[in-house]
């Protein structure tokens, strides 16, 4: 069974930096594009960007580009999602998605998404 | 960057009643591979997003047959063929052709 396991809620201040995680199992972490999706309270979803673990081949969306960093460990199965210095407007829920051929036609999966909340 | 215009904003429906979306991109979505990347995907009060509509028409494994995509070029579809209580969220329309990959605002349906 794929499944994307997030980590869990992060309450940081400004200027801090913060690292948070989505880890694939049930599947070829590296054969599958990954994506992360940003959800500020109330609003919809905007995409920030995404990698290819494989080759570690990354696609920033210009709205995030420079301001957070992408990257994957595939020998953990892990892709990341990490800020230098964090703003009140970093507050958001975080979501990590796959998506690809599957048996059958094609799949999509969510993490459980990660709660960021940046308060002073 | 690629704009999705998504209406009405709010549908509140009858149990049992028909429901559409649409969905209008400001570019067309036909990549270079012939296919036309345009998701749909649900939203429920306090869950993580799930996909129900791929390449404007083709339904995910699990996805209820009343849920119907349609469309082309730019201008598409989400129905409901008789809306039930647990398809009460937030619907939003994607596009996957052109990056950075964008979303509608979302369109809320609720139950009168």
């Known amino acids: 069974e794929v499944q994307l396991v997030q980590s869990g809620a992060e309450v940081k201040k400004p200027g801090e930096s913060l690292k948070i995680s989505c880890k694939g199992s049930?599947?070829?972490?590296?054969?599958?594009?990954i994506g992360w999706v940003r959800q500020m309270p109330g609003k919809g979803l905007e995409w920030m960007g995404i990698?290819?673990?494989?080759?570690?081949?990354?696609r920033y969306s210009p709205s995030f580009q420079g301001q957070v960093t992408i990257s994957a460990d595939k020998s953990i199965s892990t892709a990341y999602l990490q800020w230098s210095s964090l703003k009140a407007s970093d507050t958001a829920m975080y979501y990590c998605a796959r998506w690809g051929d599957c048996s059958g036609g094609s799949c999509w999966y969510w993490g459980q998404g990660t709660l960021v909340t940046v308060s002073s | 960057d690629v704009v999705m215009t998504q209406s009405p904003l709010s549908l509140p429906v009858t149990l049992g009643q028909p429901a559409s979306i649409s969905c209008r991109s400001s570019?067309?979505?036909?990549?270079?591979?012939?296919?036309?990347?345009l998701n749909w995907f649900q939203q429920r009060p306090g869950q993580s997003p799930r996909r129900l509509i791929y390449k404007v028409s083709n339904r995910d494994s699990g996805v209820p047959d009343r849920f119907s995509g349609s469309g082309s070029g730019t201008d598409f579809t989400l129905k409901i063929s008789r809306v039930e209580a647990e398809d009460v969220g937030v619907y939003y329309c994607m596009q996957g052709t052109h990056w950075p990959w964008t979303f509608g605002q979302g369109t809320k349906v609720e139950i009168k």
């Open positions: 049930g599947y070829s972490f590296t054969s599958y594009w």
């Open positions: 570019q067309s979505l036909v990549y270079s591979d012939g296919n036309t990347y």
């Open positions: 990698i290819y673990p494989g080759d570690s081949d990354t």
